[in-house]
């Protein structure tokens, strides 16, 4: 059976940092697309960020362009979202994706949550 199990939310104050992990786990992950989707309370759930199964190529949201950088380790397993430069707007539940590239995500994580206050 398939897991993603993700970590490293909480809460940061605006400007400040947090790095967000994914460990999967059930199957060989190493042809797979990793990424991470959120949901703020009364929004739709958006992308944000993914990674081939290589890790030489990246997408991310216009929102977050410059500010987070997705990466997974050589084991494939494990993939990471950096945030820096965080801001409100980037408060929600954070949820992390696997699935063969091109056939979309149907992996889904349980989420963690980000608060981005002061």
């Known amino acids: 059976q398939v897991q993603l199990v993700e970590s490293g939310g909480g809460l940061v104050q605006p400007g400040g940092s947090l790095r967000l992990s994914c460990e999967a786990s059930?199957?060989?992950?190493?042809?797979?697309?990793m990424g991470w989707f959120r949901q703020a309370p009364g929004k739709e759930r958006e992308f944000v960020s993914d990674?081939?199964?290589?890790?030489?190529?990246?997408a991310y949201a216009d929102s977050v362009k410059g500010r987070f950088t997705i990466s997974r380790t050589k084991a494939k397993n494990t993939a990471y979202l950096q945030m820096n430069s965080l801001k409100p707007e980037d408060t929600a539940v954070y949820y992390c994706?696997?699935?063969?590239?091109?056939?979309?995500?149907?992996?889904w994580g349980q989420g963690t949550q980000v608060t981005v206050s002061s």
């Open positions: 990674i081939n199964w290589s890790g030489r190529t990246t």
């Open positions: 994706v696997a699935g063969e590239t091109g056939k979309g995500y149907p992996y």
């Open positions: 059930g199957r060989t992950f190493s042809n797979y697309a």
